[in-house]
Structures are given as C-alpha cells and as structure tokens.
C-alpha cells in the first residue's frame, strides 16, 4: 500500500522521532510512504496571520505538487497535526469556496503550478492506521506486548477539530488511540484532557498563559496513573516534553511525565529496538517508564550540570486562580 | 363542444375583469381587456365582458347572478386573482343563480400578471392572452355534481397522553364512540411521568389521573392499550384501521388488579421506559400506580418463563387465574369516520453530547430521569439525590438547550425546557435548600404566568447565568474538588470565562419526534415536516388538520408544545370531528380521476404510482378502477397511463389543449430572453 | 445581506461631547466589514448568525488572558466597534485549538475569522508592538526565504527582539535539544525557491483588502 507523504517542518529536526518511528514502521505495516518532492513549510499558524491567500497558496503548492505525483496513490498522509489540518483545509476549500480557488490558482500559475479541487485526499496518519491498516491487523503484528505499561493517550486538538472530511465519528469522544494502546497490550488510563489544547505557539508569546495550560495536561495524566503520555503531533510532544522543567520551575512542582509518539510506542510492541524508534530523544526520558516493562533504552548522557549556586530551599509557587470560583 | 343554451348551438360565455382596487387596474388596462373580449371572442362564445372594480364583494356577485339569469349565460369567466381565494365566492354565485359551479372558470390575472410585471403593455396584452385562453377552456367544461360520502361516527385516536385523553373526552361526552389505541401498557403519556407541572406546581398525577379513570370507565370510549395500528385504509368517513393487541399474557376478565404477581415475580430489571432508565421493574408489572387500565402487562423477553421454562411464580400466587402464558397476539380491525393523531414526542438521546458527561460521569442527569427522581412514587419517593441513591446534593447545576437549538443536533427551539429547568430549579431549592445554578441562552417564559414563574425563582436565589455551557468535566483544576463536576462556561453578561463547581447537573434535553413518526405518517398518509413533527394543513390557520381529510393531529406530535396548549388542541381537533359527524355526510371535489373501461388495457403502471393508494385492480375484469373518495385528484396517473384510458375530472385533456390554444392565439411580445408563465 | 442604515449611528462618548458633528476620521462602512467577513466563509453561517451564546468563550483554553472573549468580540463587530476588535490581544491568544468551531451551535467558522481579524489588524497597522504578531513575521521571514522554518533561527531572531522571561531557563532547554540532535545549525533550503517566491509575490496581489 503506497501512499504520498508530507514530512512538515518538524519532523525534519525537533521532532525527528517521530518521522524515525514512522518510517521504521513501514516494513512491519506493509505500506509505503513516498514524499512529496521538494515540499515547502505548511505556514503552521504564523503564515494565516499574515496573509490569507498567500497562506493558501503557500498550503496548495504542496497539494499541486503532490497532484502531479499521483500515480495510483491518492492518499496524501501527514503526520504533523498542524499540517494536517493545514493541506485538509486547503484541500477542502479549494473545493467549495470558488474564489478562493480561482485566486490561489492564479498564484500557483505564476510559478508554472494548478491544483485541480479534490485530486488528493489528505489525511492523519493515525486516520489512514486506524480506519485503512486497522487494529486487528495491528494486534498481529504484536510480538512484545507491552503488559504493564499504563498509557494516557493525549491527542490534543487538531487531529480531531475541525475534521473538515469528517473523518472521526465523534471528535468530543475519540477512541483511536485507546484502542491502539490496548491492541499493543499496554493498559490505556482515562484521561479527560486528552483533547484539550497544549497552547500550541503560545510559550513563545505568554509563558505564564502556555505554562497554566501545559500544567494541567501533565498533572491531569499524573492523576490518572499514566506511566507516560502518547500523541500525535509535534508541538504538542515539544510543549509537554521541552519546556516540563520550565514549568517545574514556574509552579514548584516536580513532574517527570514522558511524552511518546504513538509510533514509537507501535514500534516498540512490534518488536522494534528503542534505538531504531528515536526512544531516548526526549528531554523527560521515557527510560524509568520502560524499564518497568523490561525495556532498557540507551540513554544519551546529559549535559553536565553546573552546581547551583543558591543551596536554600525553593518556596512552593501557588498557581495563580484563572476564575475558578468555591 | 359541450352541451349549450343558445338557440344557435354555441355558448353563451359571460367575461368579468376585476379591478381588484388598483392590484390589477394599476397594471392592467381593464376597461380595454373587456372591451377587447367583448369584440374579440364574441365568435367563441362571449356575450358579455364587463370590468368591475371589486368581482369579489356581493355587488360583483350580484352582477354575476344577474347577467345568469338575463342573458341566459351557460358559462362564466371571471379575470381576478387566485382561484384559492375565490373560487369558491364566484361558484356560489352561479350555484345561487341556477349554473352548475364547474361552469365557472378563474383567470389569474392579478398572481399571474399585475402582480409579477410593472410593464403595462406587456401585462394587458398577457391578461388577455389568459382570458382568452379561460374562455378556449371553460367552453370544454361539464357540469359536475360533488361527491356526497357517509361519515361513521366512531373515531379512532391514537396515542392516549393528555391530547388524546382530552380529544377523547369531548368526543364521548358528544354522545359518539371513541377508540384509543395506545402503545404503551396504561395511557397517560410522558405527564404521568411528572412531579409537578408549570406554572401551577399542580401535581401532573393529580389532575391527570382524574381524566385517566374518567376515560377508563367512560362507556363511549373502548381502549386498546399494549396495541399498535398496523394497517389504515379508507378515506374520510371511512377508514378501516387494523391494531394489533399485543399479548399482556394475562387475561383481563380475570384479573383483579390484586398486583401479587408483580410482588412475587423474581426478575427485575431497570425501566426504560416509564422511569426513564433510572428505576426497576419487575418482568411482569403495571407501570404505575395509577395506570388505566390496572391490568399488569408481562414482558416476555426478560421473563424466566419463556426463556427457561422455569418459575411461573405469577401463575402460582395468581388468585384469580388470571396469567395466559399461551397468549397471542389479536387483530381487529376497526372501523371508523375520522381519526387523530396524538402520538406525542420522544426525548433527546444525551449520550450524543459526551462533553456534557451524560454516561461517563454518573452525577449528570437528563431532565426526564430528574422528573422520575422528583416524582413521588418514582424510584426514590421524591427524594433528590445523587446517583449513589442516598446523598442529597449542595450545589445543583441545570443546563438549558441541551440539544436544541442546535444546527449539530435540532435545529429548533424545544418552547418548554426553559420553564422546566426553572421548575426543577425551584424544586431543588424546595427539597433539598442546595444552590442553584441555571445556565441558559435566552430565558423563553412567554405564556400566561410564566414570566412571574420566573420572577419566583429569582426571588428563591437561583443563580442565573447567560451563557450556554462549554463542557461538564470532572477534571477539577485545584485540590479538595474530588467527586465535584465543574461546568466549564462564559458567562456572557459579564464577560468572563467561569469554571463552577456543582455537585449534580441536570441538562434539559429536546423534545424530538418520535422516533418512527414518518413510519406513523406514512401509514397515515399525512406528511411530516424535515424533523419529523407532523405537518399541520396551515401552521396558523389550521394547526390541528392535515392535508389528509379526515386525519386530524394534536399535541406534541406537531411540534413541542405545554401541557395547556395540548389539551387545546384536543379540543380542538375533537371539534373538527364532532362537526364532521354531525354533518352525517360530506361534500368532495368532483375533481376526480375516472378509468375508461374501454380503453383500459389491465397494465396497472397507474396503481403503484397513486400517492393515496386510490387505485385498485379488479382481478376478475383485469381492470382497474379508481376511488373517487380517495382519490384527490393530483393527475398522476392520468399522465402516466399509457393508453390515455384516465381522464381527470375538471382537467380533461380537452379542456387543457383548449386553453393552450386559447393562450397562443393572442400574440404577447415578449423580449426574446424572457420566458412566458402562465 | 446586511443593509447599511442610511445615516450614521451617533456615537456618543468623550470625543463627541459639546460637538455639533461627529469626531473626524471614516472607518470602513458596516456593509464592508461584514462582506469582508462573509468573504471568509462563503455560503456559510457568518457573524449574522451569532446568538450570542457564549459557547465559544465558553471552551477556549486562553479565554481567560483576552480582553474580549470572541463572543463580545463578535457582538463588538456587529456594534460597529471595528477600532476596539483591532486593538483586542482575542485573536493573538488564540491557540487554533478550532474547541470554539465545532461548538459553535450556529456552525460559524470562527477559527478562520480569527484569523481574518489576524490579518486585518496586521493591513491596518494595529500590530506594531504585537509579540505574537512579530513571531508570526519572523516566521513568515524564514518561510519566504528557506521554504522552510528553521527553529533555531525562528528563536533566535524571536527573543533578540521580545527576550524570554527566563533567560537561563530557555537556554538551557535550547541546549538540550541542540545536544539531543532536534535542532538544526543551519537552515534547509527548497530547490524551488525561486518558484514559491513568484507564487507567494502574486497571491500578495490577490489579498483581499478591506
């Protein structure tokens, strides 16, 4: 099964392993993924700010070039949820909104490109796993059952919202990757923020607004008995994984919450070595987590510590009251 | 050429060109148009063309009449607006003055043309064009007599909730006999399943129960409850309605109503249906107390009998022995006039909603499952408490328009759920002295004493806040919150985005159809609007017929609606049918379709495509024949059958060409892109 | 389709007391604004349709830090109140977390009108000091010249010119990505360069301007 791929931006470096993980599955699943030659950068959620048909052309470029790569596989994956909801949305506006059409074509004209409305489907890859490969084909290819091993799934928004192809059932109440996390043999736990925002750019521009946010996903898979978190997207791994020491900091708590790509945990009951999966390149390590299952992950030494120069004790920081009433 | 009354064999034709005020004269050139017919189609038949200002007011009636009777007219033409609003007034006319009213023919002068060009030109020379096309037709035109049909005076109503029980009542109490059939073991409906209603605070019980027994023991009203209508056929005045009894398993001449079966039954299990899921029964029960009739019902699929063979403890303590486990069904088929439709409304599944938490979180209730909990004799004799049955709850949250309003879910307004949320707000307080908190979008209290309902709850304390509600999480931010649900909301009139912590949440869920309302439409040959409620014949006008003579709805089987406006239409639709009866026979159209034997060849393409199932085939002739009771006239099959063996009454072939070529023969100069519409 | 009122609406306030006409200065007229909003979303529910129900505020994650929720904002745009939305932080907080568009029981595009108000606020000169909006340029920077973001570089240019609240804490998190190979040194380039550059000039062109 072959299918066009979109990297995105951040697979390339900060997100490495999860276009490691993913690519390390495509002999086990039986699937091919074939990039989209010279893809350009989605514009994430800066470009649209700037300008709006410029952002639409930047999108479609990639969708034109990907039309004229279609040979059989129509099916355009990206694993970048920003991505994703980026090329689904162009794809699907191209088709309704006339306008919009006629004028991101004649952007794409003047650099010798046409997208042609509905040529490609663009889809999540946890979407083309779940529906196209499915999860009884995943439970076979099990051979190291991650019996033990508690797992919050933490999908974040934009795979599931806005779902302009209608792809999910029920977008308030998903259950992909539960019953993902349950094929691998691990035990999923009940997360209720699992589809709430990370803040996404946000520790960028508020620290204080990212920071409350990303505090409340962790402590709420804390709560819930999760030995570590999985997801979908990049930026959600890099907020909850970079800046937990921040927050640490900012609030006087001391979570050691990993966050995992789903990949990397399919690969992984696959029977695939942490090293192959890019397990270890996370900041919070994953290694106590899996060690409680038997998996030994070759840590990278980190970087030697300058001691502190202050030795007394920090004061607890009292989370500021964002309108809760008692 | 029809038959006529001029002694040189041709029509006698009279042509009346209304002014309408300025409607049409503001457009229309009126006294050139019958002038023009005058001259112009005197060789068709026109003896007198004349223009007046209002044709429609009893001085153009008159002069109708009049120009009958002394010019010895066999045929009228009246040029003035829609046949819809005075067709009838000018066929009265000519039925006054002796001419049979189908010799009457409207042209639409005024929908047709003052009122869709400002061109005068153009619209006079399309007015005649039409007169002249009228004047082609009604030269075709046959004197027809209506169809007269017996009405029987029994009626059915199906559905027994307060709009049937209401209907029935004043159906019985006129002297005539009334079926109800009604689905659900005892009748009473969805208010049997109330505490108290608004904005009275009566006990729903209390003043229903009254008119419960009233119409068990009513001896003009025969109740076939634990039924379902299977089949209906017929049409006004006589419809011959097949119900199914289902099978109660115990024999209603026996029994006494004693309830040791249901005490000593061993299988219980939770009842869906009356106690909306949060209450047991056992396998054999009477729903409620009160129910009418008493007799208990056994609910086979979860009784041990026919799934082991085993048990009987019913059979064995029944003193009277009254329990038929070999009980079948019965059908009977009952004949009846007319028939209404109170079938009521059905709830709003709130599982399909998972960010307010209904089926995850155990403290979140729907309002019909709050009902039974407020309710008296319901699962918890009126004590509000949490899911765990014991422990009261502080702090209530009530969320309005759940459901409703919605362009995900239903798109309308539910009308009663902002007085119930009100209600439960006030019974809250009453109860259990927790805080109250409503969320709304808009606060809708518009009937009588609904808004000083409002002003009440205000003064209790209720904490109101404008704002329709994001998400119900148990996810609590700060310590100390376990156990405790937040409702997570902006509240809009200052601003801000709150997170409120509440111990119980109650979400007021839409009134939706029922669930098989097209399936009940469909067999009734009524229409049902795009959400399901049955379609009204006018929404203002007529709100409780349909466009099916004789099928009659009321309640909230048209639409969401209190308890006061169901009775209403009760009555009302009880009076359309008491005068229907009293009539003891009814005029229809004539315009009918009729089969000419002859040149009918046995295809039947026509007897699968009538939308009233009007036409029958006779095996025996190899013919078929149409209803002309049945049959409205719509000229489906009479275009579709091939051998041109229908014609349709009032629409004969004849008569439509006639008026086509009428039509041509007057040139209309239009632009060449503009189409012509007549 | 809305229609203007012929006349204006006496805005009384400050600026207007003791004055015989109306403060100088013409804003767009209503007409234009909500064409410009409805342009966003074509043949589908707009801002006419709020009911002002609060679910949006109700779900966003970062209602809490904007002056206005986008409800009050929505209801400011239909009040005419075009210079207030403009200067509101609502649209730079949002997070794109799209909690707003699927609740929405109007089914109003909300998310894509935040961004349209993102765009208006950048033509009408509203952003000069905007943190979240220079973010937004550096990034765009880096997009029209590489044809892809170098997060480095992003952060880099980024907290020159708006500097972390914790500096040593940010650098330590910077030096640990670096160290675990997730950030690059120097930025890739697209060979199409010159081909986006041509694309991206012309749609500049075809930007809808209100």
Redesign the interface.
């Given at each position: 099964m072959k299918y066009l791929f979109y990297p995105g931006?951040s697979l390339?470096?900060?997100?490495?392993a999860y276009y490691e993980s993913l690519l390390a599955l495509q002999n086990k699943l039986d699937v091919e993924f074939e990039e989209i030659e010279?893809?350009?950068?989605c514009?994430?959620?800066?470009?649209?700010?700037?300008?709006?048909?410029?952002s639409?052309?930047?999108i479609a470029?990639n969708l034109a070039l990907a039309e004229q790569q279609v040979d059989g596989a129509k099916t355009l994956l990206a694993a970048c949820s920003?991505c994703y909801?980026n090329l689904a949305r162009t794809a699907k506006y191209m088709g309704?909104?006339?306008?919009l059409n006629t004028?991101?074509n004649?952007?794409?004209?003047?650099?010798?490109?046409h997208y042609t409305a509905g040529t490609v489907q663009v889809r999540h890859i946890l979407d083309a796993l779940y529906k196209e490969i499915g999860i009884c084909k995943i439970k076979k290819l099990v051979e190291r059952p991650l019996t033990g091993l508690r797992v919050a799934a933490y999908y974040g928004?934009?795979v599931l919202?806005?779902?302009p192809d209608q792809r999910w059932r029920?977008?308030?109440?998903p259950t992909a990757l539960e019953e993902l996390i349950a094929a691998c043999g691990a035990e999923p736990v009940d997360f209720?923020?699992r589809t709430?925002?990370c803040?996404?750019?946000?520790p960028?521009?508020?620290?204080e607004?990212s920071l409350e946010?990303l505090r409340?996903l962790v402590e709420?898979a804390v709560?819930s008995g999760a030995d570590l978190l999985i997801t979908t997207c990049p930026l959600c791994q890099l907020n909850i994984d970079?800046?937990q020491?921040?927050m640490n900091?900012?609030f006087g708590t001391s979570y050691r919450m990993p966050i995992l790509f789903f990949t990397q945990l399919m690969g992984l009951a696959f029977g695939l070595s942490p090293d192959a999966l890019a397990i270890g390149?996370?900041?919070v390590s994953s290694a106590p987590a899996l060690a409680r299952i038997g998996v030994k992950v070759e840590q990278?030494p980190?970087?030697v510590k300058r001691p502190p120069k202050n030795t007394s004790l920090p004061m607890p920081r009292m989370?500021k009251a964002?309108?809760?009433?008692? | 050429m029809t038959e006529t009354t001029d002694k040189n064999g041709d029509h006698r034709i009279g042509v009346y060109v209304c002014h309408c005020g300025s409607n049409i004269a503001g457009v229309v050139n009126v006294y050139e148009t019958a002038k023009w017919a005058q001259e112009h189609l005197a060789d068709q038949g026109v003896v007198v063309a004349k223009e007046y200002k209002f044709m429609c007011s009893s001085l153009g009636q008159k002069l109708i009449e009049e120009d009958i009777k002394n010019e010895k007219l066999d045929r009228v033409v009246v040029a003035a607006c829609s046949p819809h609003l005075h067709e009838k007034t000018f066929r009265g006319a000519a039925s006054r003055a002796g001419l049979n009213p189908y010799l009457v023919e409207m042209a639409s002068v005024r929908e047709q043309v003052s009122w869709v060009t400002s061109d005068n030109a153009l619209a006079t020379e399309k007015a005649k064009a039409m007169i002249s096309g009228a004047v082609a037709r009604v030269r075709e035109h046959q004197p027809l007599d209506p169809i007269q049909v017996p009405i029987n005076p029994s009626t059915l109503i199906v559905g027994g909730g307060i709009a049937g029980i209401q209907a029935a009542l004043e159906i019985a109490n006129s002297g005539f006999h009334v079926y109800i059939v009604e689905r659900e073991p005892s009748i009473g409906g969805h208010m049997a399943q109330f505490d108290k209603t608004f904005p009275t605070l009566d006990c729903a019980a209390c003043i229903l129960t009254p008119r419960m027994s009233e119409v068990g023991m009513h001896p003009n009203i025969e109740l076939l409850t634990w039924s379902e209508v299977e089949n209906v056929e017929g049409y006004l005045g006589n419809y011959s309605v097949t119900v199914r009894k289902k099978a109660r398993y115990v024999d209603t001449s026996l029994c006494t109503s004693c309830g040791i079966c249901e005490q000593k039954c061993p299988r219980k299990v939770i009842d869906e249906k009356f106690n909306a899921g949060i209450g047991y029964r056992k396998a054999i029960y009477t729903p409620f107390e009160q129910a009418v009739p008493k007799y208990p019902v056994l609910d086979r699929d979860n009784c041990t009998y026919f799934e082991k063979g085993t048990c009987k403890a019913c059979e064995k303590f029944c003193g009277p022995g009254a329990i038929k486990f070999d009980d079948q069904d019965e059908v009977v088929t009952l004949n009846v006039g007319n028939v209404i439709l109170a079938t009521g409304y059905d709830m709003f599944d709130a599982r399909r909603i998972p960010r307010y938490g209904y089926g995850y979180l155990p403290n979140v209730f729907t309002s019909l499952e709050f009902e039974r909990m407020c309710n008296a004799a319901g699962p918890t004799n009126g004590a509000i408490v949490m899911r765990d049955g014991k422990t009261p709850p502080k702090t209530v949250g009530i969320i309005h328009c759940v459901g409703s309003r919605d362009h995900k879910y239903n798109t309308y307004c539910s009308s009663i759920c902002c007085m119930q949320s009100l209600k439960f707000a006030h019974l809250v307080k009453e109860r259990t002295g927790a805080d109250v908190f409503n969320f709304y979008i808009d606060m809708r209290t518009a009937a009588k004493d609904y808004d000083e309902f409002y002003q009440k709850v205000l003064e209790e304390g209720t904490n109101l806040i404008r704002g329709k509600v994001a998400e119900v999480t148990d996810g609590g931010l700060f310590d100390g919150l376990d156990g405790k649900l937040i409702i997570q909301v902006e509240d809009t009139l200052i601003g801000r985005q709150r997170r409120i912590p509440v111990d119980m949440v109650i979400l007021a869920i839409a009134l939706e159809p029922r669930h098989d309302a097209t399936y009940v439409a469909h067999q009734f040959g009524i229409s049902t609007d795009v959400h399901g409620w049955f379609t009204e014949k006018h929404p203002k006008l007529d709100p409780v017929a349909t466009m099916t003579d004789g099928i009659f709805i009321a309640g909230c089987a048209s639409g969401p609606k209190d308890i006061p406006a169901s009775v209403s239409q009760g009555s009302a639709a009880a009076a359309r049918v008491v005068s229907y009866i009293q009539q003891k026979e009814l005029a229809l159209e004539p315009v009918r379709a009729s089969i000419n034997a002859e040149q009918c060849s046995g295809c039947r393409i026509c007897n699968g495509l009538c939308p009233f199932n009007a036409i029958s085939f006779d095996a025996e002739k190899m013919l078929s024949e149409v209803n002309q009771a049945l049959c409205q006239g719509c000229g489906t099959c009479v275009a579709a059958c091939p051998a041109g063996a229908i014609t349709g009454t009032g629409f004969t072939n004849q008569q439509i060409l006639a008026q086509i070529e009428g039509l041509m023969c007057v040139p209309v100069h239009l632009e060449a892109a503009q189409p012509a519409v007549v | 389709m809305a229609v203007s009122s012929p006349a204006p609406e006496e805005k009384v306030g400050p600026q207007s007391f003791g004055k015989a006409s109306p403060p100088p200065g013409s804003p767009p007229s209503q007409t234009a604004v909500l064409d410009f909003f409805r342009s966003i979303s074509p043949g589908l529910p707009n801002i006419e349709f709020c009911i002002q129900c609060g679910s949006c505020g109700g779900s966003c994650p970062a209602a809490a830090l904007m002056d206005h929720t986008p409800r009050r904002l929505f209801a400011l745009i239909r009040a005419g109140e075009l210079e207030e939305v403009l200067r509101s932080n609502t649209p730079w907080y949002c997070v794109s977390c799209y909690f707003c568009m699927v609740r929405c029981p109007q089914e109003i595009h909300i998310t894509d009108i935040m961004y349209g108000l993102k765009t208006l606020a950048v033509q009408r000169g509203y952003t000069r000091r905007n943190k979240a909006t220079d973010l937004s340029r550096t990034f765009a920077g880096f997009i029209e010249r590489f044809g892809r973001s170098f997060d480095l570089g992003i952060a880099a240019n980024h907290y020159l010119r708006h500097p972390p609240s914790d500096l040593m804490g940010s650098a330590k998190m910077g030096s640990e990505l670096l160290f675990k190979g997730r950030l690059k040194l120097t930025p890739n380039k697209i060979k199409g360069i010159p081909q986006l550059k041509k694309i991206l000039k012309r749609a500049k062109q075809l930007e809808a301007v209100l």
């Open positions: 931006c390339e470096c900060i997100s490495s010279d893809w350009n950068c514009g994430a959620n800066e470009y649209i700010a700037l300008h709006r048909i410029p639409y052309a930047l470029r920003a909801v309704t909104d006339r306008e004028k991101v004649d952007a794409l004209s003047a650099g010798g490109l928004c934009m919202r806005p779902d029920d977008p308030e109440n209720p923020l709430h925002c803040s996404g750019h946000m960028q521009i508020s620290t607004a946010l409340r709420s709560k970079a800046y020491d921040e900091k900012f390149r996370e900041v990278i980190p970087p989370p964002y309108g809760e009433q008692l | - | -």
